[in-house]
């Protein structure tokens, strides 16, 4: 799995001269949220259990952790707007 | 090829270049890869052979007033997102099925197997979308 996202730059030009340039850490975020991944991870892995003890293919688990694969695909994405006077760039590196 | 296109969408991020002129550049980079595939098939079956899976979606709008949006997306996650649709559980995506029937939308996505997902990634490489609209906006998709 590839690590999520370590930040986000954001830059808005106004008429050839940058107004906002945003470099958000990411990499600060992660931690914060990382409790919450391991409850959501045991939650689905009991839940899993159940449905497995019921007969059921347990698959909430691996939907979690695909979701998760799927946010560090993200890395990479570019996305800009411009009109004529504002150019928005936004990146995650 | 990929290294030219990454450079000029860095110079277009950093606004040293409008996106009407980083299109133009791209358009000469991609002609400069038609001629060098046109060269002979020793240099063509060469190409092919050290060619590798595009690794970027590109999504550009260039509009007569303006308006410009330059969308670049891994192919990473695409595939990465198309994979996720083979973990949703069954019954939940009945239920996705359901709706999506509802809106008139007969797309099963139990159909979609891992196989066909590279085969439609690989296919991307080939793939160019190029519209041009009457007023002159124009809106191109390619994978690259």
Known sequence: ?93 | MTQERDRILDLLASGKITAEEAGRLLDVVGAQSGQAADAGPAAAGAKTATAALPKFLYVKVVSVKGDNVNVKIPLRLLRAGLKLTSLIPPQAMEQIDKTMAEKGMSFDLKNLKPEDLEEIIESLREMEIDVDAANGDNVRVYAA
């Open chain 1, 1 to 93: 799995m590839k690590m999520p996202p370590l930040l986000v730059a954001m830059r808005i030009v106004e008429r050839g001269q940058t107004k906002v340039r945003l470099w958000l850490p990411l990499f600060l975020l992660w931690p914060i949220l990382l409790p919450f991944v391991i409850l959501t991870l045991l939650g689905t892995v009991i839940v899993d259990g159940f449905r497995f003890l019921a007969g059921h293919k347990g698959a909430y688990t691996r939907l979690a952790v695909g979701v998760l694969g799927l946010l560090g695909e993200t890395r990479g994405t570019e996305i800009f707007v411009e009109d004529k006077d504002h150019t928005v760039a936004f990146r995650l590196r």
